[in-house]
């Protein structure tokens, strides 16, 4: 079946700093991809839509300076959490729609953030 | 605003037993997705729903689609330790399955 990787799995950066998590579809070219955040014992919630060649679509509350969303390729959606701060401490999952039906979607394994 | 409520959040049997979880959402949708997650990984894809009426199976898991209910039920027959993990429903809100709302998961505990 499809996959979709994320890299990297875990990060652990300083208050401040920027961090890039990539998410690749494998083997399967995808025009949209998704971003969710997961805080611990909590559900998903989705941050935004990632649309090759052109701007993010950002849900209500979700600061798009903060998270920079890029859709380079078929292949990849990157994205930047500028200036982290602890509370952005989060399970960040991408997800991609299936090559046969869009109904269909692939998640990427999670890159946990940890902001000390 | 779709709101997706699930429940119970917490469930815990013994193995052998049944249970049902319970997905409601509150705007019309025939697109309905349960997924499995266990402890710090990612989700699995268990099933998809397209339609009022639907019923899918997979193993000892069960899942059933009434639009007209806005009602989606996730039904466990004689449950095994393996199928602990955290469930949780979708709702799309178009036919593009990415942008969906989820429940708050159900956690189940398998228990001997």
């Known amino acids: 079946g499809a996959v979709v990787s994320q890299h990297p799995s875990w990060v652990i950066c300083k208050s401040g700093t920027s961090v890039k998590i990539e998410c690749r579809s494998l083997?399967?070219?995808?025009?949209?991809m998704f971003w969710y955040r997961q805080f611990p014992k909590q559900s998903l919630m989705l941050m935004a839509t990632?649309?090759?060649?052109?701007?993010?679509?950002?849900e209500q509350g979700v600061e798009k300076d903060k998270f920079l969303i890029n859709h380079a390729s078929l292949t990849l959606s990157t994205l930047t959490v500028t200036s982290a701060h602890p509370e952005d401490s989060s399970f960040y999952i991408c997800?991609?729609?299936?090559?046969?039906?869009?109904?269909?979607?692939?998640f990427g394994p999670g890159t946990r953030l940890t902001v000390t | 605003e779709l709101k997706v409520e699930q429940n119970p959040l917490f469930l815990s049997m013994q193995e052998g037993k049944n249970y049902t979880i319970y997905c409601n959402y509150s705007?019309?949708?025939?697109?309905l997705y349960w997924y499995r997650q266990d402890p710090g990984k990612s989700l699995e894809s268990l099933f998809v729903?397209?339609?009022?009426?639907a019923v899918k199976q997979e193993g000892r898991l069960m899942a059933s689609l009434d639009t007209k209910a806005r009602l989606s039920t996730l039904h466990i027959t004689a449950a095994v330790h393996d199928l602990s993990a955290t469930y949780f429903c979708?709702?799309?809100?178009?036919?593009?399955?990415?942008?969906?709302?989820f429940g708050d998961g159900t956690t189940l505990t398998v228990k001997p």
């Open positions: 997800s991609a729609p299936g090559r046969l039906s869009s109904y269909e979607q692939y």
């Open positions: 083997d399967f070219q995808a025009t949209t």
């Open positions: 990632s649309n090759e060649g052109s701007k993010a679509t950002y």
């Open positions: 705007t019309t949708s025939d697109r």
């Open positions: 729903l397209l339609s009022n009426g």
């Open positions: 979708a709702v799309a809100f178009n036919t593009n399955a990415g942008k969906s709302t």
